[in-house]
């Protein structure tokens, strides 16, 4: 039963670092952590060193870091892992070192080739503590994948890896949280009709206002806004969706269902319609999620 903190991180491509960077500080209202590096360039919205890595390659996703609850967990998870026959190697010392996080494994989402690193821990940032600027931003939310075979990867997600179920739309989506963490989701898996891709990535906001203020602003920014404002109805959270520089869905939301480790609800399975995605009903730009590859790391010659 493998128990995790958070949704740590995500790491994303984008075609220009600084075009992007300068989006997601100014724009979406991350701080950057250091300075402008060649390679790749930090944000963050939360206490930990990074809440978003931004590297250079095809627009979309190129890892997920999900915060597990302790180090104690890391071996049991390469256990779960190995007996699923998935390939698991140790996150290199490299890379420990540069995304400042604990001891973890990294392995390879089945259908999408998704890469995803397991952590205990990830150092605090030694500067300012985080300030909201344009939009008061609580933590990163939740991402949503789009899977070509979205039962199996619900399948890995929750018979593996622990997640649990929250609701689902028919067909369409299932949103699942990290198992104790109690958020509806830090994970939701759409149906990609035969593709694979990174649907949306979500910061959580601390007040209603936010979503009504940043749909002003982004539209006098001349950022699209592709779908909201609106409500969900398997969360209830308030949403707006908007696309970054390189066509990459970002959603602001308000409020959020949550979750007691015991006793927790059945899952829902709600039918694919219009009010199950948005009870206000409103227009979806055929932009929104259109854009997102999934980057394909080989997996090491040799696990570990
Ligand atoms: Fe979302």
Redesign the pocket.
Known sequence: MIRYKRLGYLALNVTDLDRSTQFYRETVGLQQVGGDGVSVRYLRCSDKHHDIALYVGKPGLKRVGLELESAAQVEPLRQVLREAGRDVVNISAVDRTAMHTGPGVRTWEPVSGCTFDFYAGMEGADAVPFEPTVAKIQRL??L?LRSADQPATVRYFTEVLNFKVSDSIDGAVTFMRCFPNPFHHSL?ISNGKGRNGLH?L?FMVSDADDIGTSMWRLKKLDVPIVNGPGR?LPSG?M?LYFLDPDGLTV?Y?FGMEEFAEEGAREPRTLPPVSKSFDLWEGPVDPRKAAVGEIERSQPAAQTV
Do not use: A, I
Request: no cysteine.
């Open positions: 939310g939740h949503v939701g949306h979500n969900h959270s949403f959603e939301s």
